[in-house]
């Protein structure tokens, strides 16, 4: 598989596999973000999932990928702290509001803070038309949380700040998506990167669950909890190696605007899985998110 990857780098069967790479990406990241925001307090949740992630990993890397030599295992200790500090905003800013809002929101601040990333490090440059795209994206995005905000009946006192933190999350999963795309291109294969990836950034979140937990006087169903941690993993697995693989076969700004389609699959979760209200207005607002992605890939 590796070298099948690094044989498609740059042509036009890589632009293709890309570009379902980051749309699988996008459902995979719905439905992940989805079991976070579930009935599970989302801390609870967060540490299920990442310490499914090592234990699943950690057989992987050690068995299965060429080991990090040298400065690749700078490059993949140098992603902990940047995703440290998104799950802790993400479970935070979950706490606080509603999925349909947070989510939009997270998902809407990344892209054109990535785009701008991706042309300072990686040189990539969006045409005018590919510009056009991202605005109406982020007019899909922003007006589908603003909709929300104004309509979701729970937490209303606390959604405003879920708002702002939900920004400062967004603005760090740009972050982590433009370094995590120069690591995986500076390792010569790039599911040691992966492998190495899940195992040393997951042991974080476990440890403030476990403190959580033992505070908790009504705590979820430890079986429960841990069978949502594997199919999270899983998801992450797909979600997060999917993305990646799109940023080093193409563009890195193209696959992270593609990639926040995953904001109309979580309308759709909201609606048919949590029981969140869907009207005309969601609709509508979806739709631009869909045509954005469009216009941005057609132009490129």
């Known amino acids: 598989m ?116 991706a042309w300072i490090v990686f040189g990539e440059v969006f045409t005018l038309t590919q510009w056009l795209g991202v605005f109406v994206l982020l007019a899909g995005i922003f007006g589908l949380a603003i909709h929300n905000l104004r309509t979701i009946k729970v937490a209303r006192d606390t959604l405003v700040p879920a708002m702002w933190l939900a920004v400062v999350t967004g603005a760090l999963a740009a972050l982590y998506t433009t370094y995590d795309a120069y690591a995986i291109r500076a390792t010569p294969d790039p599911f040691t990167f992966l492998a190495w990836f899940f195992v040393i950034a997951s042991v974080d979140m476990p440890i403030l669950a476990a403190i959580r937990w033992r505070r908790m006087t009504d705590r979820p169903d430890l079986g429960h909890t841990m069978r949502l941690g594997v199919f999270g993993a899983i998801l992450a697995f797909g979600s997060f190696g999917s993305v990646m693989l799109a940023t080093r076969l193409d563009k890195v700004g193209e696959a992270a605007i593609l990639r926040e389609t995953s904001t109309v699959f979580a309308a759709l979760i909201g609606w048919l899985v949590l029981r969140e209200t869907v009207g005309p207005t969601r609709v509508a607002l979806m739709s631009l998110i869909a045509l954005g992605a469009v216009i941005v890939e057609l132009a490129g």
């Open 2 to 117: 590796s070298e099948w990857i690094i044989s498609i780098e740059g042509t036009e069967t890589g632009h293709t596999v890309a570009l379902c790479l980051a749309l699988l990406a996008a459902l995979l990241h719905a439905l992940f973000g989805s079991l976070q925001k579930g009935r599970v307090d989302p801390w609870i949740s967060r540490g299920a999932i990442d310490a499914s992630q090592f234990l699943l990993a950690l057989p992987i890397a050690l068995f299965l990928v060429p080991p990090p030599v040298g400065i690749e295992w700078v490059l993949i200790f140098g992603a902990l702290p940047i995703h440290f500090a998104y799950k802790v905003g993400m479970a935070q800013a979950y706490s606080l509001g509603a999925y349909t809002v947070v989510y939009p929101v997270v998902r809407g601040t990344g892209p054109v803070v990535t785009v701008i990333a």
